[in-house]
T-cell receptor
C-alpha cells in the first residue's frame, strides 16, 4: 500500500520560470493538502482540495500560485514566474475523509530551489 | 485557532521514556489534539491523536488531562531514531476537515 507520492523530489528553476509539483495521494484518499516549509521555518498550510474542488485556500499567496486536483490524476501545485523567495520544501498530505478526526499522511516533499 | 505551547527542546537517554508536554489552554470541546514528528526535514509523520480519552498505539501514548488544557506524548522506550521535532497540534473544528497549524514544536534529542 503505497504512501503519498510526490515528484519531483528536487526541482531547480531559474527566476521567472514555472514550477509544477505533483502529488499522488494514498490509494482511496480524495482529500489533499499542501504545506510549505521555508528554510529554517515551520510548516505552513497552503491549500486544501477535494477532487475537482478547492475547499480552503486561505494559505495560498495571492499571486503566482495555483492548485488543482482533477478527477483523474495527481494534484498539481503550480508556481508561475518563480522568485528566490519561493525556494522551500513543499509537502503534500492526504486523508481518507475530510474531517478533523481523520489523520493526514504526508509525502516526502519536493524541494524547490530557485536560482 | 487554539494555540499550543511546547518546550523548544528536550533531551532523553536512549531506552528511557520520553515525555513531551504540550499546553493548549484555549482548546474547544470538539477540537482534537494531534501529534506529528519531522525527522531531519523529511515529511511529517503522524503519531497519534485524541479528543478526551487517553490513547495508545504502536508508536506512543497520548495522555490528555481531564480539563483538556494540556497533554503529554509518551514514547515508552526512546531510540536514537526518535530524534526529531515533535509537533503538538490542535485540529480546528469545522472548516470541512481542518488544516493543520504547526507551531515551532519540541526538538527531541535522544542520546546514547
Amino acid at each position: 500500500n503505497a504512501g503519498v507520492m510526490q515528484n519531483p523530489r528536487h526541482l531547480v528553476r531559474r527566476r521567472g520560470q514555472e514550477a509544477r509539483l505533483r502529488c499522488s495521494p494514498m490509494k482511496g484518499h480524495s482529500h489533499v493538502y499542501w504545506y510549505r516549509q521555508l528554510p529554517e521555518e515551520g510548516l505552513k498550510f497552503m491549500v486544501y482540495l477535494q477532487k475537482e474542488n478547492i475547499i480552503d485556500e486561505s494559505g495560498m499567496p495571492k499571486e503566482r500560485f495555483s492548485a488543482e486536483f482533477p478527477k483523474e490524476g495527481p494534484s498539481i501545485l503550480r508556481i508561475q514566474q518563480v522568485v528566490r523567495g519561493d525556494s522551500a520544501a513543499y509537502f503534500c498530505a492526504s486523508s481518507l475523509f475530510g474531517s478533523q478526526s481523520n489523520e493526514q499522511f504526508f509525502g516526502p516533499g519536493t524541494r524547490l530551489t530557485v536560482l | 485557532d487554539a494555540k499550543t505551547t511546547q518546550p523548544p527542546s528536550m533531551d532523553c537517554a536512549e531506552g528511557r521514556a520520553a515525555n513531551l508536554p504540550c499546553n493548549h489552554s484555549t482548546i474547544s470541546g470538539n477540537e482534537y489534539v494531534y501529534w506529528y514528528r519531522q525527522i531531519h526535514s523529511q515529511g511529517p509523520q503522524y503519531i497519534i491523536h485524541g479528543l478526551k480519552n487517553n490513547e495508545t498505539n504502536e508508536m506512543a501514548s497520548l495522555i490528555i488531562t481531564e480539563d483538556r488544557k494540556s497533554s503529554t506524548l509518551i514514547l515508552p522506550h526512546a531510540t536514537l531514531r526518535d530524534t526529531a521535532v515533535y509537533y503538538c497540534i490542535v485540529r480546528v473544528a469545522g472548516n470541512q476537515g481542518g488544516k493543520l497549524i504547526f507551531g515551532q514544536g519540541t526538538e527531541l534529542s535522544v542520546k546514547p
